[in-house]
């Protein structure tokens, strides 16, 4: 079957780089992204890559593919308690492409320590 | 920018009893999508809809139901609830299927049943 896996938690102090890690199971899948979940709220898209691309950065994020390893990395510079909160990783495999459907992983949780 | 709404946010049930989410969107989404978040299970595909009129089953479809006779409202339904469906609920819609077209989420149904 398809499984996303994510590390459960994580802990940074302030100011350190968090860096949240995944592995996917569909090396066919033509997207992955990373969605943020604050306490009490819904899922908000921080990024995405395309499978031909090995990294993408976006101000403070920068996503990192080994596709050969199906291996998938958020790296977050600067962290600050504001970005305290579960990170999903999800595919979107080629046969669910029509639909939208993704699979997701169980989240991350990360903390930020002042 | 109301975004994807979902209608209560919190309810509780007794088992047996029935019970309807709203979902609504204001963005003219065609694709629209029912998720189930349990602890250390991530989000889970319960329907999902295609366009005003169509619906199919995702990855635990099992007593629910959905509707989507609007193309701005998806409903979901449990015609018997059961403690088994006490979960966080979240609705998500895209504007096509196709994998770069991100799906925006609610902000979640936090359903208890007794």
């Known amino acids: 079957g398809e499984d996303v896996e994510q590390s459960l938690f994580l802990s940074v102090r302030e100011g350190d780089s968090s860096v949240i890690n995944c592995t996917y199971t569909?090396?066919?899948?033509?997207?992955l992204y990373w969605y943020k979940q604050e306490p009490g709220a819904g899922l908000q898209l921080l990024t995405y890559?395309?499978?031909?691309?090995d990294m993408k950065q976006d101000q403070r994020l920068t996503v990192l593919l080994n596709k050969k390893d199906k291996h998938l990395s958020l790296r977050i510079a600067d962290t600050q308690t504001g970005d305290s909160a579960i990170y999903f990783c999800?595919?979107?495999?080629?046969?669910?492409?029509?639909?939208?459907?993704?699979?997701f992983g169980k989240g991350t949780k990360l903390s930020v320590k002042p | 920018n109301a975004g994807v709404t979902q209608t209560p946010k919190f309810r509780v049930l007794k088992t047996g009893q029935s019970m309807t989410l709203l979902c609504a969107q204001d963005?003219?989404?065609?694709?629209m999508y029912w998720y189930r978040q349990d602890p250390g299970m991530g989000l889970r595909l319960i329907h999902y809809?295609?366009?005003?009129?169509?619906?199919a089953k995702g990855e635990v479809p099992d007593g629910y139901n959905v509707s989507r006779l609007k193309k701005q409202n998806f409903l979901l339904g449990l015609e018997s609830a059961a403690p088994s469906q006490t979960s966080v609920y979240f609705c998500?819609?895209?504007?096509?299927?196709?994998?770069?077209?991100?799906?925006?989420f609610g902000d979640g149904t936090r359903l208890s049943i007794l």
């Open positions: 998500a819609s895209s504007e096509q299927g196709i994998s770069n077209q991100p799906q925006h």
């Open positions: 569909d090396s066919s899948s033509t997207y």
């Open positions: 890559i395309f499978s031909n691309m």
């Open positions: 999800a595919e979107s495999p080629p046969w669910g492409g029509s639909q939208g459907n993704l699979i």
């Open positions: 963005m003219n989404h065609e694709y």
């Open positions: 809809s295609v366009g005003e009129g169509t619906t």
